[in-house]
């Protein structure tokens, strides 16, 4: 049976990483940080089936900025596979607080590695790292391929550069199985709900369900290649189960804007939306009864922005025989689904009884 380490089992593609190992068989440590309420809610269902014997999960306190955690962890457990998914993963929250997203994001990459070499593991543990789009930043070619050059934007994706390097760097200097997957943006139903696929997604739900009025958003011309997380999550296992290290680019190869994401959410909950006003004070208004649903804010500007993502994954699809399965059109669809459904099941519980 293999054994395997996943960093940041709490968040989106944790989950799925999990239910995935888990089927496949594998031992799984769940490494999670503290928190003062509980983050296990993406992981209850696997917990839950972990209680069948058969079952083979392990979840283990841990955090990206403590190195003695990490060398002990990873010298008890010696895993044959890490996967290195925790992170700040919030780019405009990364310009708020940059020293701790690079002490995470960057110095907690090397402190696995670090923890792997000096516990002799180098030659026997596969190291993944979640590399970014966010890499690549100011694009000057679309779409972008593992040979784009990086230029991030933002104290996440500079971080993660480090975190990248280093990365190729313990595999040229030490030999050591140490791969990057540099995905593309991929949401789900589990997405974090402050990303702004899932904060569209929710408020159509809430506005559909007459709990809110209105959708703020930031810039919505921004484009992004978006998939769906289960897809990229297989892409990440392929990664490491390749005969060699190294590093791939997970995309679709289409690029949406935000506002067409807007459109086609709003769309399916059959709450048609055009356009009014420029720049600032452009909203979007319901086609049918004229309600404004969403507004800029400006707020949610960022200071340095990210305008445009497509990659290009022909190596994985060629070398790994990773293809996307989701198009774009039902990876909204399915989110909005998932959120109306989800806000139906809250409102039901909280339902006073008769
Ligand atoms: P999430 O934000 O959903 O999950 C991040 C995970 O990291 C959570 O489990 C979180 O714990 C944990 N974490 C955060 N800080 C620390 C810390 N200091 N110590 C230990 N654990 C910590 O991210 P995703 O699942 O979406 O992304 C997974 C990885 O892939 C991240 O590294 C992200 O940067 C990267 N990535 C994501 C892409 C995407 O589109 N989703 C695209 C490209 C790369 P908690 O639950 O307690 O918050
Ligand atoms: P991103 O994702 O920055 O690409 O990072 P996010 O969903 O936060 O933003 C995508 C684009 O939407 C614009 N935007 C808004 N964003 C948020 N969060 N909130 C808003 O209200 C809003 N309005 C417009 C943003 O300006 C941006 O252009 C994600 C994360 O998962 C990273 O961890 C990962 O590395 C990259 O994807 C690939």
Known sequence: MKKAIITGITGQDGSYLAEQLLEKGYE????????????????????RSA???????????????DSCNAARLIAQIEPDEIYNLAAQSHVAVSFETPEYTANADALGTLRLLEA??????????????ASTSEMFGLVRESPQTERTPFYPRSPYGIA?????????????????????????????PRRGETFVTRKIT???????????????????????DWGHARDYVDGIWRILQHDSADDFVIATGETHSVRSFVERAFARAEMPIEWAGTGIEETGQCRRTGRTLV???????????????????SKARQVLGWRPTVSFGELVDEMVDADIALLARKRQRDAPAA
């Open 116 to 129: 792997i070499r000096t516990a002799g593991l180098g030659d026997c543990t596969r190291f993944y790292q």
């Open 51 to 65: 209680q069948d014997p058969e079952t083979h999960l392990v979840l283990h306190y841990f955090d990206l900025t």
């Open 202 to 224: 929710m408020a159509v739900a809430a506005i559909k369900a007459g709990l809110a009025e209105c959708l703020n958003l930031g810039n919505l011309d921004a484009e992004r």
């Open 160 to 188: 993660k550069l480090y975190a990248h390097w280093i990365t190729v760097n313990y595999r040229e200097a030490y030999g050591m199985f140490a791969s990057s997957g540099i995905l593309f943006n991929h949401e789900s």
């Open 28 to 47: 799984v440590h769940g490494l999670r940080r503290r928190s003062s309420s509980f983050n296990t809610g993406r992981i209850e269902h696997v917990y």
């Open 295 to 313: 507004r800029i804010d400006p707020r949610y500007l960022r200071r340095a922005e990210v305008d445009h993502l497509r990659g290009d994954a």
